[in-house]
């Protein structure tokens, strides 16, 4: 506001806010300023350029104050558009703080900041792109993104203009990721990173970081570009002093320059890869600690951005044993915030196996950070802990957090329990070590152990004949040491009721025991205990004052108003002396076998630990891999879809559709898992529909659905300690399923195990797909599970599935889709399998949208065209966008792709050779067929701007459509 420090009467109306002693006197003051305001602003006398900036400057004041403005946005508008610097600064500040990108007054302003881009006065420039970054959405991308990046690459815009623009751009990005084109900018950020002045590269690492971050594809170009920089700023080469924090050269720009090449999972430069590795290793070479705070932070933050990399990059073991040696330095220091970040570290490089026996060298320092005042240090040294922890160490890791658990946090204790129940599970030498840990585990942690955990060691007890009486005297001691913790009280119920005949001559202690804790137990644990004691009373008939203290309390509790409890003691009342009762009375027989519920409960705990690994196993490729591992393809496109878009495939009416049986593999090569691929396959016989599983929840934004919830290397209760990593090859998932809602054929997903590929026909709303399942790895994929959660819009049936994929084998899956109606649900194809004896789930979605199930109109008039197309009034039925482009418009690969779509292109309709007219027909069961119509409208004079019109029935049809086409043109 210091630029309204001429203004008296503004500084008048501060001080009397000031003065004000209550929210009322304020409120009333304000209200009366802004009638006055308002009246002004209305009065038909021109107020005069002090008096605009005036009142202006007083909205803004009751703005920041959190009152409502609703006028005085024209006003600000007008400002903009003055020929006065003061003027138009008043009114850039206003419209930045006041407007928003959903305003309408918003477009107001377009031309006025295009001119003062184009302007050559710097202060308008930049004060029109700082007000574009604060309020630019789509809108302004579109009609603004070409000036700004002009002024971001010319040569002659000065440098203050250029920083500005690169973040405006970024801002801008954020916003319509479509403004730049990889084949163009890539180049200009190579030229941009080339800049000597500091202020303009550090601006522009800012902007490549949030580029590559959206998707770093094409930008590889960028990689040496980058590495120069890492190497100017690490040797402090031609660095001004301006830049210089505390004896370091820029050390923002160096943090931002590492944190770019993050994006990146391969450098195959040789020459570029050792010299990043050459400034990697000086740098963790020479990590001095200083007396100097902010030093220390800007050296750490360089330090801890380098060793993240180096993880990412997978670089030599002896290098990351570097890192290690030196993170256990960090962990022994007492600036809480670089014992933090030493541990934090410290975890992720636990996920590399070579630097375990490293790690474990820590052991001593990592437990007494389980001591720190600090809680968000001892979580990280208990993730850490529970990361380092392996079948070596394992007795001791427990014993240790054992010992903890007693002067633990209430905060962190039910996941300290745990963890401690999963390790001893996972790492256990003997069952009966086992069951000891956690009976100590129930016995100190009490109330903080879950159900979950006792009804384990129920079932292990059960099922192993040699440790009932171990653990029987073991929870028997616990009881006579005064152990009377609820769930401990539920566990030695269970376990004396059942086996304490086991323990000779303990049948009244283990009587008594439990009596005088049945009157402050919970319901529950009452039920628990009056069955032991029904059994107790049976296996001793000769103890006439256990058999008659038992009766009481069955007559007792007979008459109690919870009803389980009474039923239980009439009943066991009843039984009680008759010959029946040792036979209904006997051991519970043995539990089946399953998995551990334990192994599922650690999931949601380990989310939110200490960061995994970033990129693990997708560094720099490993030259001594071993000889028997699958050779790399030589295109991630085995079916040859790249240039799907270009050519469409001609209609195959779906009777014609002949599908090979599941189970058959016809691929002759065994790379090329989807080679069987074609029309004229066997049939398949008709299977019967596989059992879907639960519904999920809906895609969120994406209207085609997102790619968040897809789990690779296990599912979410699998993954924490899942040795399987499956990793992507030959694209991304959102590259294959976007070119499958143009295709029907192509990839769907593929890893080093698995290669998954879909053929589909759709006539009207019916659609049959199948799922092709390649096994690429050297072993078998078992346990194979095809399942596809309902979901309302669409009816989908699962064929036969078979259990096993042999090695370097195909099967195929059927799957029969029905439209119901036009939704923006995407069905979801769950796949789960197990590889080398660990389960791995993966989520997907079946490239089903509404466009699947466009028909092309064969041959339509133009006046039944232009009567349906004027009957549909306008939006949200007929949307409209104008687009424009860095490179001309191919009017061929349009067409083909319009036609991929669904769409027949209406040769004639339109007599202009650059506009396209184009008509389908969805059909869905619950609404039978509707038209959409598309106009494609491209500029004839520069053919890098058209403007796309979709117009049907259905507004969510309509919707979808527009987006999948921009998507792709």
Same mark, same amino acid.
């Given at each position: 506001m210091s630029t309204s420090g001429g203004y008296r009467g503004l500084q008048n109306f501060i001080n009397e806010i000031r003065q004000c002693q209550s929210k009322e006197q304020e409120r009333a003051r304000i209200d009366k300023e802004l009638a006055n305001i308002r009246t002004k602003f209305k009065s038909d006398r021109g107020l005069s350029s002090y008096e605009k900036k005036k009142y202006i400057w007083k909205l803004l004041y009751i703005y920041v104050l959190g009152y409502d403005v609703e006028f005085g946005h024209m006003e600000a508008v007008a400002l903009i558009s003055s020929t006065k610097f003061s003027e138009k600064q008043v009114g850039y500040i206003a419209a930045s703080v006041l407007l928003h990108e959903n305003l309408e007054f918003v477009r107001l302003v377009i031309n006025t900041m295009q001119k003062d881009l184009l302007s050559r006065d710097e202060n308008y420039q930049c004060m029109a792109l700082t007000a574009i970054a604060n309020m630019g959405g789509r809108e302004f991308a579109e009609a603004l993104s070409g000036e700004v990046l002009k002024l971001l690459t010319s040569s002659s815009t000065r440098t203050v203009v250029r920083k500005k623009a690169a973040l405006c751009v970024l801002r801008l990005f954020r916003r319509n990721p479509d403004i730049v084109s990889v084949d163009t900018f890539a180049l200009k950020l190579c030229n941009l990173l080339q800049e000597r002045d500091l202020g303009v590269l550090l601006s522009s690492m800012s902007l490549l970081c949030g580029v590559v971050s959206h998707d770093p594809q094409g930008y590889e170009v960028v990689i040496p570009k980058v590495v120069g920089v890492l190497e100017r700023v690490a040797k402090g080469i031609d660095i001004p002093q301006d830049y210089t924090y505390y004896g370091i050269p820029s050390p923002w720009l160096h943090v931002k320059a590492l944190r770019a090449l993050h994006y990146f999972p391969v450098i195959e430069n040789d020459t570029v890869w050792t010299k990043l590795q050459e400034i990697l290793r000086r740098t963790i070479s020479s990590a001095p600690i200083d007396k100097n705070t902010n030093k220390n932070n800007a050296l750490h933050a360089i330090l801890f951005e380098s060793i993240s990399l180096m993880m990412h990059l997978n670089m030599d073991s002896e290098v990351l044993a570097q890192c290690v040696t030196l993170l256990g330095k960090f962990v022994s220091i007492k600036e809480p915030n670089i014992r933090y970040l030493g541990l934090e570290n410290m975890s992720r490089l636990s996920l590399v196996p070579e630097m375990m026996s490293t790690i474990k060298s820590h052991q001593?320092?990592?437990?007494?950070?389980?001591?720190?005042?600090?809680? #968000?240090?001892?979580?990280?040294?208990?993730?850490?802990?529970?990361?380092?922890?392996?079948?070596?160490?394992?007795?001791?890791?427990?014993?240790?957090?054992?010992?903890?658990?007693?002067?633990?946090?209430?905060?962190?204790?039910?996941?300290?329990?745990?963890?401690?129940?999963?390790?001893?599970?996972?790492?256990?030498?003997?069952?009966?070590?086992?069951?000891?840990?956690?009976?100590?585990?129930?016995?100190?942690?009490?109330?903080?152990?879950?159900?979950?955990?006792?009804?384990?060691?129920?079932?292990?007890? =059960?099922?192993?004949?040699?440790?009932?009486?171990?653990?029987?005297a073991n929870v028997l001691r616990k009881l006579q040491d005064g152990s009377s913790h609820e769930t401990m009280l539920k566990l030695s119920a269970y376990i004396l009721g059942e086996f304490g005949q086991l323990l000779q001559g303990s049948g009244?202690?283990?009587?008594?025991?439990?009596?005088?804790?049945?009157?402050?137990?919970?319901v529950l644990t009452k039920g628990l205990i009056l069955s032991a004691f029904a059994k107790i009373a049976t296996r001793n008939p000769d103890d006439a004052e256990v058999t008659q203290s038992v009766a009481e309390i069955f007559r007792r509790y007979g008459s109690t108003p919870d009803a389980e409890l009474q039923q239980r003691a009439v009943e066991y009342a009843a039984l009680a002396g008759k010959k029946e009762a040792g036979t209904v009375m006997a051991a519970m027989p043995k539990f089946p076998e399953r998995e551990s519920a334990l192994l599922k409960l650690i999931a949601a705990e380990t989310e939110g630990s200490a960061l995994p690994l970033a990129g693990a196993g997708r560094g720099r490729p490993n030259t001594d891999a071993s000889a028997d591992a699958l050779p790399p393809t030589q295109s991630g496109d085995l079916l040859g879809l790249d240039d799907a878009i270009e050519a469409p495939p001609a209609a195959i009416p779906v009777d014609a559709l002949t599908l090979p049986s599941a189970g058959q593999a016809q691929s002759s090569d065994p790379l090329d898992l989807l080679g069987?691929?074609?029309? #004229?396959?066997?049939?398949?016989?008709?299977?019967?529909?596989?059992? #879907?599983?639960?519904?999920?929840?809906?895609?969120?934004?994406?209207?085609?659905?997102?790619?968040?919830?897809?789990?690779?290397?296990? #599912?979410?209760?699998?993954?924490?300690?899942?040795?399987?990593?499956?990793?992507?090859?030959?694209?991304?998932?959102?590259?294959?399923?976007?070119?499958?809602?143009?295709?029907?054929?192509?990839?769907?997903?593929?890893d080093q195990f698995l290669q998954i590929g879909i053929k589909a026909e759709f006539q009207k709303s019916q659609g049959r797909v199948m799922l092709f399942?390649?096994?690429?790895?050297?072993?078998?994929? =078992?346990?194979?599970? /095809?399942?596809?959660?309902? /979901?309302?819009?669409?009816?989908?049936?699962?064929?036969? /599935?078979?259990?096993?994929?042999?090695?370097?084998?195909?099967?195929?899956?059927?799957?029969?889709?029905?439209?119901?109606?036009?939704?923006?649900?995407?069905?979801?194809?769950?796949?789960?399998?197990?590889?080398?004896?660990?389960?791995?789930?993966?989520?997907?979605?079946?490239?089903?949208?509404?466009?699947?199930?466009?028909?092309?109109?064969?041959?339509?008039?133009?006046?039944?065209?232009?009567?349906?197309?004027?009957?549909?009034?306008?939006?949200?039925?007929?949307?409209?966008?104008?687009?424009?482009?860095?490179?001309?418009?191919?009017?061929?690969?349009?067409?083909?792709?319009?036609?991929?779509?669904?769409?027949?292109?209406?040769?004639?309709?339109?007599?202009?050779?650059?506009?396209?007219?184009?008509?389908?027909?969805?059909?869905?069961?619950?609404?039978?067929?509707?038209?959409v119509m598309l106009r494609l409208e491209v500029d004839p004079r520069s053919l890098k701007q058209y403007r796309i019109t979709v117009a049907s029935t259905n507004a969510l049809l309509t919707s979808s459509t527009k987006d999948l086409l921009l998507k792709n043109i």
């Open positions: 001593e320092q990592i437990v007494l950070s389980l001591h720190d005042p600090d809680i #968000s240090i001892r979580r990280r040294a208990l993730d850490l802990l529970y990361r380092m922890c392996d079948r070596d160490n394992s007795h001791e890791v427990v014993d240790q957090l054992l010992s903890y658990l007693t002067t633990a946090d209430f905060a962190i204790r039910e996941e300290l329990a745990l963890k401690i129940a999963i390790l001893s599970e996972r790492f256990a030498s003997s069952l009966k070590w086992y069951i000891d840990v956690i009976i100590s585990l129930i016995d100190k942690a009490g109330d903080h152990v879950s159900d979950e955990v006792w009804y384990r060691v129920v079932q292990i007890v =059960t099922n192993n004949e040699s440790l009932q009486s171990h653990a029987a009244r202690d283990i009587f008594y025991l439990l009596k005088d804790r049945l009157g402050s137990a919970t069987g691929l074609t029309v #004229s396959e066997s049939a398949a016989p008709a299977a019967a529909p596989a059992p #879907s599983a639960a519904a999920p929840s809906a895609a969120g934004a994406d209207p085609f659905g997102g790619f968040s919830d897809l789990i690779v290397g296990g #599912s979410g209760e699998e993954a924490s300690g899942s040795k399987v990593q499956p990793q992507l090859m030959g694209g991304t998932v959102e590259d294959w399923y976007a070119k499958l809602c143009v295709a029907n054929k192509g990839i769907l997903y593929q399942l390649g096994n690429k790895h050297t072993g078998d994929l =078992t346990n194979v599970v /095809v399942a596809v959660p309902p /979901v309302p819009a669409y009816r989908v049936q699962v064929g036969a /599935v078979p259990n096993a994929i042999a090695t370097q084998a195909q099967v195929q899956v059927p799957v029969a889709v029905s439209c119901v109606e036009a939704s923006l649900d995407v069905p979801k194809l769950q796949v789960v399998y197990t590889v080398e004896g660990e389960a791995v789930k993966l989520n997907l979605q079946l490239p089903l949208i509404p466009t699947k199930f466009l028909a092309p109109v064969a041959s339509v008039d133009g006046n039944s065209f232009f009567s349906m197309w004027k009957s549909i009034p306008g939006p949200p039925k007929k949307l409209q966008q104008i687009v424009q482009c860095e490179e001309q418009v191919d009017m061929g690969r349009l067409q083909g792709m319009i036609g991929s779509v669904g769409f027949a292109v209406a040769q004639g309709l339109d007599p202009s050779p650059n506009n396209i007219v184009a008509i389908g027909t969805f059909s869905c069961e619950s609404a039978g067929e509707a038209a």
